[in-house]
Nanobody, 114 residues
């Protein structure tokens, strides 16, 4: 059974940075496209970025382009999201997910506020 654990969230001032981690187990991580989503208060969950298996390619939503970097370490079964120049509108619970499966982690809260 797939198990996903996000970490790295916290409170940061506007313009600050955070790196989120997602440790995966219970499936073939290296063969799986992995995805970051987020859900802000009162809003629907939305896609942030994804990374293809083997790091063959990445995709970012417009709001993440130029500020966020998705990466993976298949030896550690871990995916990362480096977030720079954070804005108050980035405040959300961030979730990792394996593509095409309904497996969600518990999420990690990111709060951007002065």
């Amino acid at each position: 059974q797939a198990h996903l654990v996000e970490s790295g969230g916290g409170l940061v001032q506007p313009g600050g940075s955070l790196t989120l981690s997602c440790v995966a187990s219970g499936f073939s991580f290296s063969a799986t496209t992995m995805v970051w989503h987020r859900q802000a208060p009162g809003k629907d969950r939305e896609l942030v970025a994804y990374i293809l298996s083997g790091g063959r390619g990445t995709y970012y939503e417009d709001f993440a382009k130029g500020r966020f970097t998705i990466s993976r370490d298949d030896l550690k079964n871990t995916m990362y999201l480096q977030m720079n120049d954070l804005k108050p509108e980035d405040t959300a619970v961030y979730y990792c997910k394996r593509d095409a499966y309904p497996d969600w982690g518990q999420g990690t809260q990111v709060t951007v506020s002065s």
